[in-house]
């Protein structure tokens, strides 16, 4: 299963902006979708999840600011999107794309990571 991440750059605080993460490869489906981040010298934290059934979890920073979506598979291809808005200076981060499921092959359970991109927001 691989993961293409896309998205982040550079912001002004109170601004906006998108991510969005593609899975593709050898999927049966999928349990969970979701994107973390982590900030220079802090660790790795959830920053939004949804799952299979559409349920949503957020981190308490980013509630009412950040929403995250997800397409049911298309030709094989999954994708979740983290909208962010009035984006603040401490959201500087590494963001990362997570999904994990079943697929075809064995081992069956499957978690994978992107390889990150940086959203800086600073003006």
């Known amino acids: 299963v691989q993961l293409a991440e896309s998205g982040g750059g550079l912001v002004q605080p109170g601004g906006s902006l998108g991510l969005s993460c593609i899975a593709t490869?050898?999927?049966?489906?999928?349990?969970?979708m979701g994107w973390y981040r982590q900030a220079p010298g802090k660790q790795r934290e959830l920053v939004a999840s949804?799952?299979?059934?559409?349920?949503?979890?957020?981190?308490d920073s980013v509630k009412g600011r950040f929403t995250i979506s997800r397409d049911n598979a298309k030709n094989m291809v999954y994708t979740v999107s983290l909208e962010m808005n009035s984006l603040k200076p401490e959201d500087t981060a590494v963001y990362y794309c997570?999904?994990?499921?079943?697929?075809?092959?064995?081992?069956?359970?499957?978690?994978?990571w992107g390889q990150g991109t940086l959203v800086t927001v600073s003006s």
């Open positions: 490869g050898t999927i049966f489906s999928i349990d969970s």
């Open positions: 949804i799952t299979s059934g559409g349920s949503t979890n957020y981190a």
């Open positions: 997570n999904v994990n499921g079943i697929q075809t092959i064995l081992p069956r359970n499957f978690e994978v």
